[in-house]
């Protein structure tokens, strides 16, 4: 070992026992581990064959499936879940739903209304006899290690995993993160994206969307524009030996053996998983009552479910993170996803929160672009107002000519007030007013994002995903807008190509999804669901939910040399100072030959648009120079946002 590798190997070790890290010992580790093991639960409440399972008219989807398939012509019903609140539903009826077992894997668990209400659910399942394992990445996995000791103690029937830990804890503090980042930088990096809800191995929901407020609706000030997708029939199969993969894997750690889990257990026994203290219990309990509905179920989730025959899972597995993985393990996902696009040739309809491609897909829509009668390309992103991520809009951001005038983009940023959007903010058709929200119990004390927002006027929700991907990203917290209001960001993953192949899924279709992130989506072959799914992704893309990026209008004097300039100032890698860009934010104005908003690549474009700045909306101040500063300075960032 070099003396430098030494003295950095000497002084993290410091730094761990400064901050009282210092790993367990094998026989502290089992001892503490034990304490879990033996305060479980081995009571089973039902003895039926069937685990006193609800009857639910969400798994005729299934059994009709099943009962429709062949080996040779597999059968599925799917059901595109817009609205938060549904998403929710669907998640309650199919937990209370499960014979045998159930598979939760995400990248968030939050201790917040939704987390607590899901985690609940999967308690009593498993106290009825199903067999119920969460597998959740370390990095968001629940608030406190008190509450991760505690349902690693609840019962036997009920596995938590803790994927890929770093510094052998279940949550790092930011110190813990700078030791992180100086010992584990690599292992830090790797994060498990998937996220899935199987229930029997037959029915199962998957998509964008974490466990947490903001993901559902129910968040204070911000809350997500997201998509899932419900998805039953033989696939489900797929999924199944997809996630006990991932179960399996080295890097899926039994809770309770991890090093502050562990100790907390040794210290102070199993912790009793205390009830939770919900900030508006009314919402939580209309919400529960409704998956109880039989006739709500129908109507919400069953009647819209379509019928389809080619479905497709395509997913990364924990290969992806081996340093000595094969070729063919590295990003199968990323790669699927681009085969689909090269095919293109009519139309790619692209959503994504964090418009930061890879380069592999950069040189995929450069290609694209240069072929004859090339495919339109459209963009569904989001604004600077909208964004939980500013870094990542940054440097979006500095690449817009790039995107237009190379790869050929028409992009569409989503507005943080949309005129017409699926969200239902009274979802349960409970009517809290402002009072009875106020009054609500909190549970848990406001984080310093919150209280330093709460000082501005503002109120958001927890630390969304993306301030969770690593210590360098953009902190969630979403930039200040010139008026107050319920906000919304985009957090959708989906495409659509040629209105014949739908894909919903949890690849932002960025650079940590092809090389750090394990990804996953289904893909459909079936028109009738592409036309569902492009309907869904237009919507957010029209005029009242978006502004268009055009092309700005060229300065009067020497236009050429500024755009020399400009395009030599964004190609540096690393300094990017030249102050106007290329392209601006447009707002469509109806009037007489303005039925319809045109291409920004069509000569009506500017005839049917007005432009409104590069950052309508923002109330710009010093997030305006963090933009600046980023777009300049942080493209070497792009790989890991």
């Not at 592999?360 to 240069?370: E, V």
């Not at 799914?533 to 055009?550: F, K």
Request: glycine share 6%; aromatic share 8%; with cysteine.
């Amino acid at each position: 070992m070099s003396l430098f590798r030494l003295r950095a190997a000497l002084a993290v070790a410091v730094l761990l026992l400064v901050s009282g890290c210092a790993s367990l010992g094998p026989a502290q580790r089992a001892a503490g581990a034990q304490v879990a093991i033996d305060a479980r639960a081995t009571a089973i409440d039902c003895n039926a064959a069937d685990a006193c399972a609800q009857a639910s008219p969400l798994r005729e989807l299934d059994a009709r499936a099943f009962a429709e398939s062949t080996p040779s012509a597999p059968r599925h019903y799917v059901r595109i879940l817009d609205e938060g609140p549904d998403a929710l539903v669907a998640r309650l009826a199919m937990i209370r739903s499960a014979r045998r077992s159930i598979d939760l894997q995400t990248y968030i668990f939050d201790e917040d209304d939704a987390g607590w209400l899901v985690l609940r659910e999967l308690q009593a399942a498993a106290a009825r006899g199903v067999r119920v394992r969460l597998l959740l990445d370390q990095l968001a996995a629940l608030e406190k290690v008190e509450t991760v000791a505690a349902v690693a103690s609840l019962h036997a029937g009920l596995e938590l995993r803790i994927y890929n830990p770093v510094l052998d804890r279940v949550r790092l503090s930011m110190p813990m993160y700078a030791v992180a980042s100086a010992c584990c930088w690599r292992q830090l990096n790797r994060r498990m994206h998937s996220k899935l809800l199987l229930v029997d191995d037959a029915i199962a929901v998957t998509g964008g969307r974490n466990y947490q407020d903001d993901y559902y609706d129910w968040g204070e000030g911000y809350n997500f524009r997201d998509r899932d997708l419900l998805v039953a029939g033989p696939v489900a199969r797929e999924m199944a030996a997809n996630f006990a993969a991932f179960w399996a894997s080295p890097r899926s750690v039994p809770a309770e053996r991890l090093g502050d889990v562990a100790r907390t257990l040794r210290a102070q026994g199993a912790p009793r998983l205390q009830p939770p203290a919900y900030r508006r219990p009314e919402r939580v309990a209309a919400l529960a009552t409704l998956a109880d509905d039989p006739v709500q179920v129908r109507e919400r989730l069953v009647a819209p479910a379509l019928a389809v025959a080619g479905v497709s899972f395509i997913a990364d597995g924990p290969a992806k993170h081996r340093d000595d993985a094969p070729a063919a393990q590295v990003d199968p996902a990323s790669d699927a996803l681009r085969t689909l696009i090269a095919d293109a040739r009519g139309e790619v309809l692209l959503q994504t929160p964090y418009l930061v491609l890879s380069k592999p897909a950069q040189r995929l829509f450069r290609s694209l672009h240069k072929q004859p009668a090339a495919p339109r390309v459209r963009v569904s992103t989001n604004s600077l107002a909208s964004t939980d991520a500013f870094i990542a809009y940054a440097i979006s951001y500095k690449y817009k000519r790039r995107y237009l005038r190379d790869f050929g983009f028409e992009i569409h940023e989503f507005k943080p007030f949309p005129a017409d959007a699926p969200i239902a903010l009274d979802a349960t058709g409970l009517d809290l007013d402002a009072a009875e929200a106020e009054t609500a119990v909190p549970t848990r004390r406001p984080s310093l994002r919150e209280r330093r927002l709460a000082k501005r006027g503002l109120r958001t929700a927890p630390d969304s995903e993306s301030a969770r991907h690593s210590p360098f990203s953009s902190g969630g917290m979403p930039v200040r807008l010139e008026r107050a209001g319920m906000r919304l960001g985009l957090h959708a993953k989906s495409m659509v190509v040629d209105e014949r192949v739908g894909v919903v899924g949890t690849h932002n279709f960025d650079p940590r999804g092809d090389t750090l992130n394990t990804e996953s989506a289904v893909v459909v072959d079936d028109p009738a669901f592409a036309r569902a799914l492009a309907g869904s992704i237009r919507r957010d893309m029209a005029p009242g939910n978006a502004w268009t990026i055009g092309r700005r209008d060229s300065s009067p004097i020497l236009p050429g040399i500024e755009f020399t300039l400009a395009r030599i100032s964004e190609r540096m890698p690393i300094f990017d100072l030249w102050p106007v860009k290329y392209a601006t934010s447009y707002q469509f104005v109806p009037g007489p030959g303005c039925e319809s908003p045109p291409s920004p690549f069509d000569k009506d474009f500017r005839r049917c648009h007005q432009p409104v700045g590069d950052f309508p909306e923002v109330d710009l101040g010093l997030k305006w120079l963090g933009v600046r500063v980023f777009t300049a300075f942080g493209s070497g960032l792009s790989p890991i946002l």
